[in-house]
């Protein structure tokens, strides 16, 4: 079985400073991460992904996610918040042992502030 | 256009009917997904497909009925729509390589009075 846990349903920050989402994950087998983004009344994008190799992850509009294995997390981070990142983001972890089938977190809320 | 389509985008419909929602793919993408997305939970898979004519349960199935008998097209039924079935519906989609991500359509959101 494969899990997600996104621990904060709301994370707070001021245009300029860092942000941080949280995410652990449990699976069986070697993991696939994701983040996806939804703005209102819009389906999922895709932001970026953990795969193998690096454990430090570039994606889409300036976010990074960092692997921890030992940790077994996969928290997104941006160095400088927008106030258009302002929207519902959600980790996700497939595994190869579940090839193909996405669990996801509860979603957390991100709130830029001017 | 290229891409992953979803209609109707809002339904209403009453407990008890039938309700089917289309998801269309132009990709040629093997793997189609439904998913729930409900406040709180994220988003459920319902069902999922490998390939057309394969298809296959996942974590909150019941009440659902899924067909494929093209690549592209992957429609969810609803045979006898109940409340707790409120819900926005995201269709999904991936190519057969693994680790690739997922491609959303736009969202279904349905309310059942």
């Known amino acids: 079985a494969q899990s997600v846990a996104q621990p904060e349903d709301q994370v707070n920050v001021a245009e300029g400073n860092p942000l941080t989402v949280k995410c652990t994950y449990s699976v069986s087998g070697n993991p696939y991460l994701f983040w996806y983004v939804q703005y209102p009344n819009r389906g999922l994008q895709f932001l970026l992904k953990y795969i193998t190799g690096d454990n430090l992850v570039k994606g889409s509009y300036g976010f990074e996610a960092e692997f921890n294995k030992s940790q077994t997390s996969f928290h997104l981070k941006k160095p400088s918040a927008l106030v258009s990142d302002s929207a519902l983001y959600f980790c996700?972890?497939?595994?190869?042992?579940?090839?193909?089938?996405?669990?996801f977190g509860a979603g957390t809320q991100v709130v830029v502030t001017p | 256009d290229a891409g992953i389509t979803q209609s109707p985008r809002y339904k209403i419909t009453e407990t008890g009917r039938q309700v089917t929602l289309m998801c269309h793919q132009t990709w040629s993408h093997s793997y189609m997904f439904w998913y729930r997305q409900d406040l709180g939970h994220g988003l459920r898979l319902i069902y999922y497909s490998a390939a057309a004519d394969i298809t296959d349960k996942g974590e909150v199935p019941d009440g659902y009925v899924v067909s494929r008998s093209k690549t592209e097209n992957f429609p969810l039924t609803l045979e006898s729509a109940t409340r707790s079935q409120t819900s926005v519906y995201f269709c999904a989609s991936h190519s057969n390589l693994e680790g690739n991500e997922q491609f959303f359509g736009p969202g279904t959101r349905l309310t059942v009075l």
């Open positions: 996700a972890v497939s595994s190869t042992d579940s090839w193909g089938k996405l669990q």
